[in-house]
């Protein structure tokens, strides 16, 4: 199944699909297997613009998995991806993640920054500098010297989004970066993603957090049990699912 996602951004939006050499991201095929196991089976689509994407679905229906296909952290057992024509060995470097539970080193929160532009070779002289912008940038400046170990989750979060960020990516995997956060950390991440996506980056979220995704997405990718199910517009999705799984989705139904 092919689902193309091509349609106008909304007014005000500034992100020029041109300016993107990462898309249109064409996927074609996608099967992953693990454990005697398929995982995600045969997933196609293509998307055509710079401005948000959600991958929605229930616990386990396969959004991280996809995730990490999309930003080779693993390998599909079939299937093709490509970035704007650039196969995924090569994207990757211009692309960043933050994971459900971010991984912190146990060192100072610039001194973690400064870690990850390291090791995206950026010189050395220009990382303590651009690691302190990024801070700066997420209004995070006060939490550079302290234990990137002891900050709380919803800390850590807004830390990895900005770390994220230093790295200066085309696009940003975020899988699920609000599940364990309370309310007011939420906002807080959200107004960073929202940020990020004024910026110009693709942000690519995995969630299954409506209220979330009627704010922030596109576009949209509602996925379970391993397969793509159905793709649009946010706006349609959310209003009126063709899919029967979609409506039940959204209705919260569990077995969905
Ligand atoms: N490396 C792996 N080996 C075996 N099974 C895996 C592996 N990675 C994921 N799975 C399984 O694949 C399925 C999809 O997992 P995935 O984490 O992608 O779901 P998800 O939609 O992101 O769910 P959640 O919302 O809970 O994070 C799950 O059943 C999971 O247990």
Known sequence: MQIILEHPRPSGASVQTSDMPLIPLRVEGLSFAAGGRELLRDISFCLNTSLPTFLLGHNGAGKSLLLRLLHGLVEPASGTISWGGLPVSRAARHQAMVFQRPVMLR???????VYALAMRRVPRGQRRGLAMAALEEGGLAHLAGRQARVL???EQQLVALAQARALRP??????EPTASLDPAHSAAVERAVASVVASGIKVIMASHDLAQARRLAHDVLFMADGRLV????ADVFLAEPRSELGRRFLAGDLTA
């Open 152 to 154: 709380s989750g919803g």
């Open 230 to 233: 159905e793709s649009g517009p």
């Open 107 to 113: 060192r100072p929160v610039l001194d973690n920054l």
């Open 170 to 175: 085309l696009v940003l995997f975020l899988d």
